[in-house]
């Protein structure tokens, strides 16, 4: 049974609000249970005290998905401070001047010289339905649980 500090692996399947597959799992992922993060809490949540086989489903709104859109995330820029031929669909990653983290922006539109970025996830602001069968469960080793997720077959080195 899934509780705090199990390691569980799950297939799962993405769906957006018109119902088409966004995304799905062709191995099982793995996450350590109990607020460390590694899934949205929401689903953490309907995982709680579930089995292996069990499924659950989540309705998940942009808050509790990928996030609301943020404007300040979308940019024009000049196409030459880039350093390539920009394309839509490019993705470039940049720092964030405020907090220092690493921005990934996706170029969305080129016209006129001027590139539109957006740092936004490309999920952001969309309700999103999300369904996961358990594949398996099994206790975190101490070193995990130290560590706040889970270590592969062979260890994990930092």
Do not use: C, W
């Not at 957006?16 to 793995?30: A, Q, V």
């Not at 470039?92 to 010289?113: K, L």
């Amino acid at each position: 049974m899934i509780k705090k500090n199990s390691v569980v692996s799950l297939h799962y399947k993405m769906y957006d609000e018109n119902n088409e597959l966004i995304d799905e799992t062709s191995h099982p992922i793995e996450y350590l249970h109990g607020g460390y993060d590694g899934i949205f809490p929401l689903v953490e949540e309907a995982l709680h005290e579930k089995n292996v086989g069990d499924t659950v489903e989540v309705l998940l709104q942009p808050e509790d998905a990928f996030g609301e859109q943020d404007p300040q995330l979308v940019r024009i820029e000049d196409v030459k401070v880039f350093p390539v031929d920009v394309e839509v669909g490019m993705m470039f990653e940049a720092d964030d001047p405020e907090t220092g983290d690493v921005i990934v922006y996706r170029v969305t539109d080129v016209a006129d010289g001027k590139a539109v970025v957006d740092g936004n996830h490309p999920l952001a602001g969309l309700p999103i339905r999300f369904t996961a069968k358990v594949d398996g469960v099994r206790d975190a080793t101490e070193e995990e649980i130290a560590h706040g997720h889970v270590h592969g077959a062979h260890g994990h080195h930092h």
